[in-house]
């Protein structure tokens, strides 16, 4: 490994928010910290014991040009969409769905005991594939590789590369890496990727130190945003911790933002909600299943 870890640049500690119907959630980051995250949109943290904080779920909504994945690491979220796909997301499962032109798509968390903890995160598309044709992937949690290192890090790969493994989500437009890395006492973790990736670490279980050795120690719920470098570098006290690390390729274009639609210009939105209110949003009704 090369000696340039990537710095810290910025901490969030993320909000408390109602999304959906009356979700309370957690949102590490949104639309405030456009273009910091680039090719990120937003990060949401739904995580709570109280059935009340979600049971009211996301009923049926529009998205159109982003990606929303949806990672459970307990409980479980009913789904179904406007292709035809439905189904249960569960404990360990990811649903990586490209809204490409248009879905219309409805996630209801079920009671679940003793909590309901996950993550949603939307990818921006790109303008050349915005009204691209949807896609989905459900995939169940066994799917996802791990690799253990001698550090005892135990890294889960859901996109990208780690080592000699690769995550079983390809071909985003991104050229994302999502992993779930969690690390014993006192382990370390370095991963090399791309200089111009965006990168960016939400801790999950804390306090994890990212960056240089001499980085500042970041709490569970914290997001922490990397500086330029060769490498991600993170380490965990005597509590070890855990942690979500996602980079991506900027996209480095123009952000117009309403709700669960993101395009690149103020036209476009309307354009989507007049198609919304004429009925002519989702062009694509026929499944479409990728694994
Ligand atoms: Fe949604």
Same mark, same amino acid.
């Given at each position: 490994m090369t000696d340039h870890p990537r710095p810290v640049v910025q901490r969030?500690? +993320? $909000? *408390?928010t109602l999304e959906g119907a009356g979700v309370r959630l957690r949102r590490a980051f949104g639309n405030g910290e456009v273009p910091l995250f680039d090719p990120f949109l937003l990060l949401d943290n739904f995580g709570s014991k109280e059935p009340a904080d979600y049971l009211a779920g996301f009923p049926w909504h529009p998205h159109r040009g982003i990606e929303t994945v949806t990672y459970m690491l307990d409980g479980q979220v009913d789904h179904g969409d406007s292709l035809g796909n439905s189904g249960t997301i569960g404990a360990g499962d990811v649903q990586w769905m490209t809204s490409g032109s248009g879905i219309i798509h409805q996630e209801m968390p079920r009671r679940s005991e003793p909590l309901l903890r996950g993550f949603q995160l939307w990818v921006n598309l790109p303008a050349r594939a915005k009204m691209g044709v949807p896609a989905y992937r459900g995939l169940r949690g066994g799917e996802f590789p791990v690799e253990t290192t001698d550090d005892g890090a135990r890294v889960r790969v859901v996109s990208g590369r780690f080592g000699s493994v690769e995550g079983p989500v390809r071909g985003i437009s991104v050229d994302p890496t999502y992993l779930d890395v969690t690390l014993p006492p006192g382990g370390k973790f370095q991963l090399p990727l791309p200089p111009e990736h965006t990168a960016f670490a939400h801790t999950i279980d804390g306090p994890v130190r990212f960056g240089p050795s001499e980085g500042p120690e970041s709490p569970a719920g914290e997001t922490t945003l990397f500086g330029p470098g060769d490498h991600a570098a993170a380490s965990a006290g005597p /509590? +070890?911790?855990r942690? @979500? @690390? #996602? /980079? +991506?390729? !900027? @996209? $480095? *274009? !123009? #952000? /117009?933002w309403y709700g669960p639609i993101v395009m690149n210009h103020q036209s476009e939105l309307s354009e989507a909600v007049r198609e919304l209110r004429a009925g002519t949003f989702v062009k694509e009704r026929r499944p479409v299943v990728e694994e």
């Open positions: 969030f500690s +993320g $909000h *408390e /509590a +070890g911790g942690f @979500l @690390l #996602v /980079a +991506g390729r !900027p @996209l $480095h *274009e !123009p #952000v /117009a």
